[in-house]
C-alpha cells in the first residue's frame, strides 16, 4: 500500500507466489483466500486514507483483478501503539473504512465500535501473539514466549500479556466467540546477553540487557522449520502455567521462546472449550517439510462444540469505564484500591477484573494476585465475580474530610483533633470502610473495639454526619499547666475565650472550682456544667 492508495504486488516473484497459492486454492471450494494490507511496517498511511474513497476503489479492484475472496484489514495500530504513532481521528475513521468498504461489498449499512464492528465483517482475526520479543523498546528488554496461553508472569508483571486475557477482552466486548479467530504463531523469539532470572524459582522470566545501554536489545525471530536446526531444543522444558516451551542456554546467555506441537495442541483445546470460530496461522509457510506443526491443528475438529452456541465463556466486566489506578496516573497510586484509598474520577477504586495479576484487592489496600490479595476475609477477587465491581457503595455516601492511603505516614490513618487538620478541619474516618470507620480517643482510624466503643470513640458508621467541633479546651499541646482546668477563673485560650471541658472525653464536667472531671462532685454540684449533656453551653 502506498501514500496515495495504490495497492501493488512486489514484483515477479510475489505474483509468482500468489499465483500458485491461487491455483491450489481453487481445488478446494470451501477454502477461502483473502490479501493483507498494511502491517506493521505498511500502515502508516491509513490516517490519511481511511476517509478517502480511493482505497476502498483500490481494495474492490484488487479483490476483482485477483479473484480474492476478501481482504484483512491489518491496521497496526489505530490511534497509538505502531511503529508510527496514528491520530485521535483513526478511531471514528477507522469504522467509517469498514462500514464503507462493507456497503461496497455487501450493500449493508451499519453502525460502529468494535462492538458494531463485528456486524460489518464475516470473522476477526486475533493476533494473539507476539507479547514478547527482542523489540527496539523499553518492552524488548523482558524474555518470554511469543504466545503464552495462560497467566503466569511474575508478580507486579501486567496479568494481561497472554492469549487467555486477549481473548476474553475480544469476546466479552462482542458478547461472542464465535466471528474470533484465535492466532498461533509457528515460530519463535530469541534474546541474547539476557541476564539473572527475575524470580528464582521461574527460569522463563528474564531481563536482556541493552547493547546501547539503552533501548536495543539483540535477538530476533526463527520459523519453527529452523528452530530444530539451530537450536538444541531436546534441553527445552515446557512452562506448566503458560502452557508454552522455552529454552535457557547460560553459556551464551541466549534465551528463546517458542511454539511446538505440545503448546499448540493446549491452544485447540482453548479453541473449542470457548467456541471461537477458528485459529488464524502466522505463518503457514514456517512449518517444516513434514507440517508437523500443521497437522496438530487439522487433526482435530475446530467445529466440535463443548459449549452452546450463545453461552459465554467468560466473567465479563458489567462497567466499561476504568475505575483502578495504573502506572500511568503515578507509581504512588498504581494499585491502591478500597475506601480507604484516593478516589479515581469520584469513585472508589477498584481492581481491574480482566487483568489476572492484579484483579484482587488485598487486605492492605492493593491490587494483586494470589492468597494474600484474593482469599482473606478482607480480600475482593473481582476477577472470579466482576458484579462485585457494582457493590454499593461504588461512590462516597457522605462528603469525607478523611486521609486517604496516599496521604504521608504522619497522617495516613489519623483522625480526630489531635491529627493534623484539613483545610483547617478536624479529619473524620470513613463511614463507607468496614476496616477503618471509628476513631479512637487516641485519633486512629480503625474497627476494633479499642476504635470503636471506648470512651472518647466515634463510630462515623453510626453518625455519618459527625463533625468534630473547634477544640474549646487546654490540651497539652497548648499548654499542659492549664489542662483539665475550666471556667471564669481559668486562663483563657489562645482563641480569648473561656475553657470548656471536652464532651467526649474522661471529664466531661467542669467543677464549681473549675477543673475537668465526672462524677457528681464535677457534674451534680451548683454552678457545675455537664458538656456532654450541654456541649453548647457557654460560661457569661
Same mark, same amino acid.
Not at 492492605?364 to 482469599?375: K, L, P
Given at each position: 500500500?502506498?501514500?496515495?492508495?495504490?495497492?501493488?504486488?512486489?514484483?515477479?516473484?510475489?505474483?509468482?507466489?500468489?499465483?500458485?497459492?491461487?491455483?491450489?486454492?481453487?481445488?478446494?471450494?470451501?477454502?477461502?483466500?483473502?490479501?493483507?494490507?498494511?502491517?506493521?511496517?505498511?500502515?502508516?498511511?491509513?490516517?490519511?486514507?481511511?476517509?478517502?474513497?480511493?482505497?476502498?476503489?483500490?481494495?474492490?479492484?484488487?479483490?476483482?483483478?485477483?479473484?480474492?475472496?476478501?481482504?484483512?484489514?491489518?491496521?497496526?495500530?489505530?490511534?497509538?501503539?505502531?511503529?508510527?504513532?496514528?491520530?485521535?481521528?483513526?478511531?471514528?475513521?477507522?469504522?467509517?473504512?469498514?462500514?464503507?468498504?462493507?456497503?461496497?461489498?455487501?450493500?449493508?449499512?451499519?453502525?460502529?465500535?468494535?462492538?458494531?464492528?463485528?456486524?460489518?465483517?464475516?470473522?476477526?482475526?486475533?493476533?494473539? #501473539?507476539?507479547?514478547?520479543?527482542?523489540?527496539?523498546?523499553?518492552?524488548?528488554?523482558?524474555?518470554?514466549?511469543?504466545?503464552?496461553?495462560?497467566?503466569?508472569?511474575?508478580?507486579?508483571?501486567?496479568?494481561?500479556?497472554?492469549?487467555?486475557?486477549?481473548?476474553?477482552?475480544?469476546?466479552?466486548?462482542?458478547?461472542?466467540?464465535?466471528?474470533?479467530?484465535?492466532?498461533?504463531?509457528?515460530?519463535?523469539?530469541?534474546?541474547?546477553?539476557?541476564?539473572?532470572?527475575?524470580?528464582?524459582?521461574?527460569?522463563?522470566?528474564?531481563?536482556?540487557?541493552?547493547?546501547?545501554?539503552?533501548?536495543?536489545?539483540?535477538?530476533?525471530?526463527?520459523?519453527?522449520?529452523?528452530?530444530?536446526?539451530?537450536?538444541?531444543?531436546t534441553q527445552a522444558k515446557f512452562h506448566s502455567r503458560a502452557k508454552t516451551p522455552f529454552l535457557w542456554i547460560s553459556e551464551n546467555k541466549t534465551f528463546l521462546g517458542f511454539e511446538n506441537p505440545e503448546s499448540l495442541s493446549y491452544k485447540?483445546?482453548?479453541?473449542?472449550?470457548?467456541?471461537?470460530?477458528?485459529?488464524?496461522?502466522?505463518a503457514i509457510d514456517f512449518d517444516d517439510d513434514s507440517l508437523m506443526m500443521l497437522k496438530v491443528l487439522t487433526e482435530r475438529d475446530l467445529c466440535t462444540r463443548s459449549r452452546q452456541e450463545n453461552e459465554m465463556p467468560y466473567k465479563c466486566?458489567?462497567?466499561?469505564?476504568?475505575?483502578?489506578?495504573?502506572?500511568?496516573?503515578?507509581?504512588?497510586?498504581?494499585?491502591?484500591?478500597?475506601?480507604?484509598?484516593?478516589?479515581?474520577?469520584? #469513585?472508589?477504586?477498584?481492581?481491574?477484573?480482566?487483568?489476572?495479576?492484579?484483579?484482587?484487592?488485598?487486605?492492605?489496600?492493593?491490587?494483586?494476585?494470589?492468597?494474600?490479595?484474593?482469599?482473606?476475609?478482607?480480600c475482593l477477587d473481582y476477577g472470579a465475580d466482576p458484579m462485585l465491581l457494582l457493590k454499593e457503595p461504588i461512590k462516597p455516601s457522605h462528603s469525607n474530610i478523611t486521609y486517604t492511603s496516599d496521604a504521608d505516614e504522619s497522617r495516613r490513618?489519623?483522625?480526630?483533633?489531635?491529627?493534623?487538620?484539613?483545610?483547617?478541619?478536624?479529619?473524620?474516618?470513613?463511614?463507607?470502610?468496614?476496616?477503618?470507620?471509628?476513631?479512637?480517643?487516641?485519633?486512629?482510624?480503625?474497627?476494633?473495639?479499642?476504635?470503636?466503643?471506648?470512651?472518647?470513640?466515634?463510630?462515623?458508621?453510626?453518625?455519618?454526619?459527625?463533625?468534630?467541633?473547634?477544640?474549646?479546651?487546654?490540651?497539652?499541646?497548648?499548654?499542659?499547666?492549664?489542662?483539665?482546668?475550666?471556667?471564669?477563673?481559668?486562663?483563657?485560650?489562645?482563641?480569648?475565650?473561656?475553657?470548656?471541658?471536652?464532651?467526649?472525653?474522661?471529664?466531661?464536667?467542669?467543677?464549681?472550682?473549675?477543673?475537668?472531671?465526672?462524677?457528681?462532685?464535677?457534674?451534680?454540684?451548683?454552678?457545675?456544667?455537664?458538656?456532654?449533656?450541654?456541649?453548647?453551653?457557654?460560661?457569661?
Open positions: 500500500m502506498e501514500s496515495d492508495g495504490s495497492l501493488h504486488l512486489e514484483g515477479e516473484p510475489a505474483q509468482r507466489r500468489l499465483d500458485e497459492v491461487m491455483t491450489i486454492a481453487r481445488r478446494h471450494v470451501n477454502l477461502k483466500v483473502l490479501f493483507a494490507i498494511g502491517g506493521w511496517e505498511n500502515s502508516q498511511h491509513f490516517s490519511s486514507l481511511t476517509s478517502d474513497h480511493l482505497l476502498i476503489n483500490n481494495i474492490i479492484e484488487t479483490i476483482q483483478k485477483y479473484e480474492f475472496d476478501g481482504v484483512d484489514i491489518d491496521w497496526e495500530y489505530p490511534v497509538t501503539g505502531g511503529s508510527v504513532e496514528g491520530i485521535p481521528a483513526d478511531r471514528r475513521n477507522y469504522v467509517h473504512l469498514m462500514r464503507e468498504l462493507r456497503n461496497r461489498l455487501r450493500g449493508q449499512e451499519e453502525r460502529f465500535d468494535l462492538v458494531q464492528l463485528i456486524k460489518y465483517v464475516d470473522f476477526i482475526n486475533v493476533m494473539s #501473539y507476539d507479547y514478547f520479543g527482542a523489540w527496539q523498546s523499553k518492552w524488548g528488554a523482558y524474555t518470554g514466549p511469543p504466545a503464552p496461553l495462560y497467566y503466569a508472569t511474575p508478580r507486579r508483571f501486567s496479568g494481561r500479556m497472554n492469549v487467555d486475557a486477549t481473548m476474553k477482552y475480544y469476546s466479552c466486548q462482542i458478547k461472542s466467540t464465535s466471528k474470533l479467530n484465535m492466532g498461533v504463531p509457528f515460530y519463535g523469539r530469541y534474546w541474547y546477553n539476557v541476564g539473572d532470572a527475575v524470580d528464582a524459582s521461574d527460569e522463563m522470566w528474564r531481563t536482556a540487557v541493552p547493547s546501547d545501554g539503552y533501548t536495543k536489545f539483540e535477538g530476533g525471530d526463527v520459523q519453527w522449520r529452523d528452530i530444530q536446526i539451530r537450536f538444541n531444543t485447540i483445546d482453548y479453541v473449542i472449550d470457548h467456541n471461537f470460530g477458528g485459529v488464524v496461522i502466522w466486566s458489567p462497567i466499561n469505564e476504568q475505575r483502578w489506578w495504573t502506572y500511568e496516573d503515578g507509581e504512588q497510586l498504581a494499585g491502591m484500591c478500597g475506601k480507604s484509598a484516593p478516589l479515581y474520577n469520584g #469513585y472508589y477504586p477498584v481492581c481491574d477484573p480482566d487483568d489476572p495479576g492484579h484483579s484482587c484487592c488485598g487486605k492492605f489496600g492493593y491490587c494483586g494476585s494470589g492468597a494474600e490479595y484474593c482469599n482473606c476475609p478482607e490513618g489519623r483522625c480526630g483533633r489531635q491529627a493534623p487538620p484539613i483545610n483547617g478541619i478536624p479529619p473524620i474516618c470513613n463511614p463507607d470502610d468496614p476496616k477503618a470507620h471509628c476513631c479512637s480517643n487516641g485519633g486512629y482510624c480503625g474497627n476494633s473495639k479499642e476504635h470503636c466503643e471506648c470512651v472518647g470513640c466515634v463510630d462515623f458508621s453510626k453518625t455519618g454526619n459527625f463533625q468534630y467541633k473547634p477544640i474549646e479546651w487546654w490540651t497539652y499541646d497548648q499548654s499542659q499547666e492549664n489542662v483539665g482546668k475550666c471556667g471564669p477563673d481559668a486562663k483563657r485560650l489562645p482563641s480569648g475565650k473561656i475553657a470548656k471541658c471536652n464532651p467526649n472525653g474522661e471529664a466531661y464536667c467542669c467543677s464549681k472550682a473549675g477543673y475537668c472531671g465526672k462524677g457528681s462532685v464535677y457534674c451534680d454540684c451548683l454552678g457545675c456544667v455537664n458538656f456532654k449533656k450541654n456541649p453548647n453551653y457557654e460560661f457569661s
